[in-house]
């Protein structure tokens, strides 16, 4: 029973992959794009690369921000990959390259993440920017490669350690979010096969879970306390004569 849950989500992550619609599979996903996508907008731009893309969930939203879209991913699901490869190291990436990197839900997935943040630090420009998400608020997921969950003052210590400026670090929900996660799970994986309810479920759960129980969420506060997880923006910085410090 258990395998064919998985089997099913897995099927929904490729069905999905690339619609417009997939933001609104849970409350999780919805708060995703509502912290990620206007941090986009205001910071990423010229030569850009995703790390650990996935299915590029964002791609949409960064193709006109961007002149260069690269993307590296260590087990890619798409046949439009630019890199193959572990962002701990990143050799066949030349230093200094990019000016903006995204790397959205992964660092809980790399065994030693102070090691992928000293590597995405060596690729970008001087005063190229690292957007960036993480969990503190999920439950075990792509195991067994399932590492880590960061506080704001993890964050804090590693980005500093690895060289970046901090630009901001916010909460990207709370709990109910978290828990609008599970619901909205079982609910469209238990309709997904089901092909003539699986559009009245889509229905209900985008409206009456996953953007209500957001707008509850956001209303009730208490992210600083049960945070679903971070999104954030570092710098590397730039000295007087523009080279990086």
Known sequence: MRNQWHIVRKRMDYELAGSPEQHYFSPTFYAQYCA?????????KGKAIDLGCGFMPFREYIADKVTVYHTLD??????????????????????????????????????????????????????GVLLFSVPYLSRIHDQPHD????????????????GFNILEIVPKGGLLSFIGHQVSS?????????????????????????????????????????????????????NREGVAE
Not at 112 to 120: D, Q, S, V, W
Request: hydrophobic share 45%; charged share 20%.
């Open 36 to 44: 990620v996508v206007p941090l986009i907008k205001r910071y990423v």
């Open 186 to 238: 079982f609910l469209l994986v238990s309709a997904w096969p089901k092909r003539r309810v699986r559009q009245i479920v889509w229905f209900f759960n985008k409206w009456a879970i996953t953007r209500l129980w957001y707008q509850i969420d956001k209303l009730m506060g208490r992210w600083d306390v049960f945070p679903l997880g971070y999104v954030g923006v570092a710098q590397k910085p730039v």
């Open 147 to 162: 590492y880590w969950r960061f506080t704001i003052y993890g964050l804090r210590l590693m980005l500093t350690e690895s």
């Open 74 to 127: 260590l087990y890619p699901r798409s046949s439009d990959i630019t890199f193959i490869g572990d962002i701990q190291n990143m050799s066949m990436i030349p230093t200094a390259t990019y000016d903006s990197a995204l790397c959205l839900e992964v660092l809980e997935h790399i065994p030693y993440p102070l090691l992928a943040l000293c590597e995405i630090y060596r690729i970008l420009k001087p005063g």
